[in-house]
């Protein structure tokens, strides 16, 4: 149960910030570039509250003579143009240093041209809170709320860095991490899984307390994750620390860069991820005369098992790689993973062969910002190789939570509660041959799945009430949300192929 003051204080600081944000939102400044600027001001605000207290004092900044007095006092200390040019210079040295300060400062901008609100917002709004001594509780709540507010601003594509908390949260109770798994997101996004992962254990941890050992893992490495975008990169970075995990000082715990080029480095036990929507993987490339064009990217990794252009099909091939044997995987993936031939069905082969497939959840639309999109977590563990040639898999286990299922973001938003029923059923921690079949979870042998045509394993069985029984149908609005999720779901795979045939890179997103 939340705790109501630590409740009525998140709300605070929560109001407080966004109350600004709509000021700044006059200035044509998004909710997600206003959120990355909160990062730098309340990274330098703490890392100063932290060298000036009295006890346990930490140097966060570079501990050189040269940045003697710069950071928090510099910007406090000026106004108008001296303000802005010292805020720019600050965040371009910042941005060169090594370590988690250089992550979050990398290609770090002032997006907030109006001197005058800057320092407002430095001195009025953050300079007044003490964030060190709010905790890490209250502080990461306050965060978390703004990155969501950001996610909203769907005009500047933050929600495809956005996962639904109530659907990261039933996935982790399904997983159950442990303070001794390693545990990575190899499209981490601002954080949202790896947040949820060390919740978790931590609030296992109240009834087993950790050992230094574990603490000091799960705190210092043994969590960790990917993003391919600077900007999310710095905001995952800022996230975990601000609950906890990781040091200012001390190594990235998230890295950035295309997860896709190379083979992992280190494996993980566990392995959370809703990668990137958009079935092509591409790269723009400028000519000579400045044109830009997209190239295809087709990865040559030797641990893949195809080679293909779908985004999708890759990152399922790299988690299948990044995990250690017995480890285990939660990972959110379109439907065209689950239909498409050639690549995709040697992988969705390979997948039940090699690996315990043993779950899938089949979404409802209308739960991501990111419109038009049906998907789906598919549950798996690696196994070692097996001498007779065999496959792992004996069942996969369906659970269609999409038949009859209406939501949408505002009128009826997906909570924790929906998802009760499916983790009952899918038992977590338990002998899965205890499994129950019922109306929504069902059972299908390997033999069943391979005799599909192409081992498609887009299956549904149940049929919506709503098409028999008019009293049954949803209202309205929510069916206008449908309509348009169902638009929006067209338009991008015409995208794709738009894009595969040196199209447009997409069309235009339907209104809000």
């Known amino acids: 149960m939340t705790d109501p003051k630590r409740a009525a204080e998140t709300y605070r600081l929560v109001r407080k910030l966004i109350n600004f944000r709509n000021v700044m939102r006059d200035d044509g400044v998004s909710t997600i570039d206003y959120v990355e600027q909160l990062t730098f001001l309340l990274f330098l605000k703490m890392a100063h509250e932290r060298e000036t207290r009295t006890l346990n004092a930490e140097r966060i900044l570079p501990d050189s003579p040269a940045w003697r007095g710069r950071g928090w006092p510099e910007l406090l200390n ?10 720019r210079h600050l ?3 910042l941005g060169n240093q090594p370590g988690t300060l ?34 890490v509780d209250v502080n990461g709540d306050a965060y978390e709320a703004l990155l969501e507010a950001g996610a909203e601003d769907t005009k500047t594509g933050a929600g495809q860095y956005f996962t639904p908390r109530a659907l990261i949260d039933a996935m982790v109770d399904c997983v159950q991490p442990t303070a001794d798994d390693t545990i990575t997101d190899p499209s981490v996004g601002t954080g949202g899984f790896l947040l949820a992962a060390h ?49 200012h000082s001390g190594p990235q715990l998230i890295t950035v860069g295309d997860s896709l080029a190379q083979p992992p480095t280190k494996r993980a ?36 098992w195809v080679t293909t252009t779908n ?21 959110v993936v379109p439907d065209n993973v689950l239909f498409e031939g050639g690549a995709g069905e040697t992988i969705r082969r390979r997948l039940l062969r090699q690996f315990d497939f043993h779950t899938m ?8 910002y990111a419109g038009g999109v049906k998907a789906n977590v598919l549950f798996f563990d690696r196994k070692p190789a097996l001498e007779s040639g065999g496959a792992w898999t004996k069942k996969l286990w369906v659970y269609d939570f999409r038949t009859g299922q209406r939501f949408t973001l505002k009128q009826n938003p997906l909570t924790r509660a929906h998802l009760d029923d499916f983790v009952e059923c899918y038992k977590p921690g338990e002998d899965r041959e205890k499994r129950v079949e019922t109306e929504r979870f069902k059972a299908f042998s390997l033999e069943e799945l391979l005799a599909r045509d192409k081992v498609n394993l887009d299956i549904t069985w149940m049929r919506d009430p709503g098409l028999d029984d008019a009293d049954s149908l949803a209202p309205p609005e929510v069916i206008a949300a449908e309509i348009v999720e169902d638009l929006q779901a067209a338009l991008a795979e015409f995208a794709a192929i738009a894009e595969s045939l040196g199209g447009a890179d997409k069309p235009e997103a339907l209104p809000e």
């Open 102 to 135: 250089g992550l979050i400062f990398r290609k770090a901008q002032n997006k907030l041209q109006d001197p005058a609100k800057l320092k407002r917002l430095i001195q009025d709004y953050i300079d007044k809170e003490n964030w060190s001594l709010q905790g």
């Open 311 to 331: 985004k999708q099909l890759n990152f399922l091939q790299h988690i299948a790689s990044l995990l250690e044997i017995h480890g285990r995987a939660a990972v």
């Open 361 to 368: 959840l089949r979404l409802p639309t209308g739960i991501f």
């Open 199 to 247: 919740a978790y254990i931590l609030k296992q941890a109240e009834t087993n307390p950790l050992t230094p050992e574990q603490r000091k893992h799960i705190q210092q490495g043994g969590i960790w994750g990917n993003e391919l975008v600077d900007g999310t990169a710095r905001l995952a970075a800022m996230n975990l620390l601000l609950h906890g995990i990781g040091k």
């Open 91 to 93: 965040l371009e040295d």
């Open 78 to 87: 000026n106004d108008g143009d001296e303000l802005e040019n010292a805020y």
């Open 269 to 304: 036990s566990l392995v959370l991820a809703n990668p990137p929507f958009g079935r092509k993987s591409s790269i723009t490339v400028f000519g000579e005369d400045g044109k830009s064009n997209r190239e295809e990217i087709s990865y040559s990794r030797q641990d893949f």
